[in-house]
């Protein structure tokens, strides 16, 4: 095990007020984890969760977006994750006219991201997790992320449950199959 993915529901930056820069103390205390990983050599995942209630047809969000991503970029993190689970994907009306369905969203919102990530970071990683991580099915929404969704992300799933009690390896075969992408196993 050599990876330690940063998403604690306590740091209020990286979910709720995701589109807030993080206050100097709680930077020091993040370039603190970043460097215990570096020195034991764990690859430290950086993840950012804005789907509670990001605009994706509002360019001034993904701006912001990206002015946080800069500033954990700045403390020397290369990788990333882009967790939209545990929302309501539903799309206001406004982004519904626009991208249609939510998984459309979910892969805009992803693929801007990699592509600002490789323009700023020299072989970065990125993991999205998908509202729909825990299915092993085929639906409009993953469909959605298979076909759109750049094909170097990495994909999320937690098997046929949130916390499935066996993954086969025919499962997850499958899973990498619809997902069209490579899949992390969510544990």
Known sequence: LNTYLYAPKMDIY???KWYLMYPEEELRQLETL???SKEHLI???YCISPGKDFDY???QEFESLYQKLNQVIDEGIRNFALLMDDIDYKLSDKNKNLFIRPGIAHAVITNKINQY???RVIDSSLIMCPTEYHSNWDSIYLTDLNERMDKDVIIFFTGDNVCAEVITNDVAKHVKEVMG???ALWE
């Open 14 to 16: 990286h979910r709720d």
């Open 34 to 36: 970043v460097g215990i």
């Open 43 to 45: 690859d430290f995942y």
């Open 57 to 59: 047809a509002n360019e």
């Open 117 to 119: 990530l490789k323009s």
């Open 181 to 183: 992408h490579p899949v």
